[in-house]
């Protein structure tokens, strides 16, 4: 259970006093709103809450928000979570990125985090660009787009972020649009809520390398899921990540299950190494070298 503050804070007591230096119009501005407003709703303990990035545009997100916070490097911010979670469970812990520090280099944090549902929230702010290396092609640039490193169109497919969390394991999927600030308050405190690995895909255009039209296009294809959407059926949401997304994009709680967290199973390992009592490492040694024994005897 997330640590409550003991009055009711307001988003207000989430905002830190450094002033975000994202570009104007950037899809980011949207995505901190809906942390401050979420964290507030829950009215999350900040002295109990930790906020951790990796590097880019989004990554920069953990310094606007009063609470404990960490920027790690290039595509480590899921494994320091996880260190601070394990290290101390009581702690609610936030991770934010962008689409290039999460599925390039992070890639392989991510697939085992969710494997393994550690007790995480992940949103990522998906612009489909690299915005601090000045635009060239993310894991996530549709295929023909023009980047400033690909002049004759994106040769490569995208990467889709929601199936890649289905298919690894993740326990809470949903997808929001930065411009839809109270669809993404409601999930990212659902996600927060929710105990395992969450990830929340938050599409976050990027005014400067994108242009306009990435908003535009984006505003004209998203709908939120259908009438009778059952998000506890695999089926249902795996229809919803192999969407066209020139088509739709959908919006909203796409998968949610219950499975025991990382944290709970290393609890229940704590308890059985407890009942069990110290480890004997000699006997451990013996049973890869019988002859420890004597080697340790003869030196």
């Known amino acids: 259970m997330a640590h409550q503050a003991v009055t009711q804070l307001t988003q207000k007591d989430f905002k830190a006093s450094l002033q975000p230096v994202w570009c104007p119009g950037c899809?980011?501005?949207?995505?901190?709103?809906?942390?401050?407003?979420?964290?507030a709703k829950l009215n999350l303990d900040p002295d109990y809450t930790m906020v951790v990035s990796g590097i880019g545009c989004s990554s920069r997100l953990p310094?606007?928000?009063?609470?404990?916070?960490?920027?790690?490097?290039?595509?480590?911010?899921?494994?320091?979570?996880?260190?601070?979670?394990?290290?101390?469970?009581?702690?609610?812990?936030?991770?934010?990125?962008?689409?290039?520090?999460?599925?390039?280099?992070?890639?392989?944090?991510?697939?085992?985090?969710?494997?393994?549902?550690v007790d995480i929230t992940y949103v990522c702010m998906d612009n489909s660009i690299y915005g601090l290396t000045k635009g060239h092609?993310?894991?996530?640039?549709?295929?023909?787009?023009?980047?400033?490193?690909?002049p004759y169109g994106n040769i490569e497919a995208p990467m889709n972020p929601v199936l890649l969390a289905l298919a690894c394991g993740s326990t809470f999927i949903a997808r929001s649009f930065s411009a839809d600030v109270k669809t993404?308050?409601?999930?990212?405190?659902?996600?927060?809520?929710?105990?395992?690995?969450?990830?929340?895909?938050?599409?976050?255009?990027?005014?400067?390398?994108?242009?306009?039209?990435?908003?535009?296009?984006?505003?004209?294809?998203?709908?939120?899921?259908?009438?009778?959407?059952?998000?506890?059926?695999?089926?249902?949401?795996?229809?919803?990540?192999?969407?066209d997304p020139n088509e739709s994009i959908t919006l909203g709680l796409i998968w949610r299950d219950q499975r025991s967290s990382l944290q709970d199973q290393q609890q229940t390992l704590r308890e059985k190494a407890t009942v069990k009592g110290p480890t004997n490492y000699e006997e451990i040694l013996q049973s890869f070298v019988p002859d420890f024994g004597a080697v340790g005897a003869g030196r």
């Open 27 to 39: 899809g980011d501005f949207g995505v901190v709103a809906a942390v401050y407003q979420a964290l």
């Open 63 to 117: 310094g606007y928000v009063n609470t404990y916070s960490f920027n790690a490097i290039h595509g480590r911010a899921i494994p320091i979570a996880t260190g601070i979670k394990t290290a101390n469970p009581k702690l609610t812990v936030l991770v934010v990125g962008g689409d290039g520090d999460g599925f390039a280099i992070g890639t392989q944090h991510f697939v085992h985090a969710a494997r393994r549902n």
């Open 137 to 150: 092609t993310s894991p996530t640039t549709p295929t023909d787009e023009v980047t400033k490193t690909s």
């Open 184 to 243: 993404s308050v409601e999930l990212i405190a659902q996600g927060i809520e929710h105990r395992g690995f969450s990830f929340v895909h938050l599409i976050s255009p990027c005014p400067v390398f994108r242009g306009r039209q990435q908003f535009d296009w984006v505003k004209e294809r998203v709908r939120k899921t259908p009438e009778g959407f059952d998000f506890t059926k695999r089926e249902q949401a795996r229809a919803i990540a192999f969407e």
